[in-house]
C-alpha cells in the first residue's frame, strides 16, 4: 500500500519540476482510480494568469471529463503538497475518498490551518470527509523548493 503511495507520490513530484521549470510553484498532482491515473494536474496560476490553475483542480477537471462525472467518491487524489482552501472546496465537491500528500502547508492549507474543509463535517451533502494521508515522500516534495 504504501509502495502503491510513493509510486503515485513519485509522478506528482516529476509534474512539480514540470511546473518549477516553467515558473510556476512547484506543485504536482494526479487522480487514482482502481489502480489508474485518471487525471494529471501540474500547477500553472502564473503561466495561465489565473489562480484557479492549481495542480489539484487541473487533476479533477481531467478525471472528470475522463469519467464524464463529477463524482470521484472512488478516487484518491495524491499531491505533493497540502491542498489550499480553493482546492479543497473543490475536492469535497467532488466527494473525492482519499487525499495523500507529501507536505502539509499551514496557514493556507485545507487541512492544517484555521479552515479545515478537508475535515469539515458540517455541510450535509459534501458526505464523509475523505481519508487524509500525510508525509509520503516529504523530502522529496520539500526539496522541489530548492
Ligand atoms: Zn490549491
Not at 516553467?22 to 494568469?49: A, L, W
Not at 503538497?81 to 465537491?93: A, F, G, L, N
Request: net charge negative; hydrophobic share 35%; charged share 20%.
Amino acid at each position: 500500500m504504501n509502495k502503491d503511495h510513493e509510486f503515485y507520490m513519485h509522478r506528482c513530484v516529476a509534474l512539480g519540476i514540470l511546473a518549477g521549470h516553467r515558473g510556476d510553484s512547484p506543485v504536482g498532482s494526479v487522480i487514482v482510480k482502481d489502480g489508474h491515473i485518471i487525471g494529471e494536474g501540474i500547477e500553472g496560476g502564473k503561466t495561465n494568469m489565473d489562480i484557479t490553475f492549481h495542480a489539484e483542480i487541473e487533476a479533477i477537471r481531467h478525471a472528470t471529463h475522463a469519467l464524464k462525472s463529477q463524482d470521484l467518491s472512488d478516487c484518491t487524489l495524491y499531491t505533493t503538497h497540502e491542498p489550499c482552501i480553493m482546492c479543497s472546496y473543490v475536492i469535497r465537491h467532488a466527494k473525492i475518498n482519499t487525499v495523500v500528500m507529501g507536505m502539509t502547508t499551514g496557514e493556507i492549507g485545507g487541512y492544517s490551518s484555521l479552515y479545515p474543509i478537508l475535515k469539515d463535517t458540517s455541510i450535509k451533502h459534501w458526505g464523509t470527509p475523505p481519508t487524509i494521508i500525510t508525509g509520503i515522500l516529504e523530502d522529496h516534495c520539500r526539496g522541489l523548493h530548492k
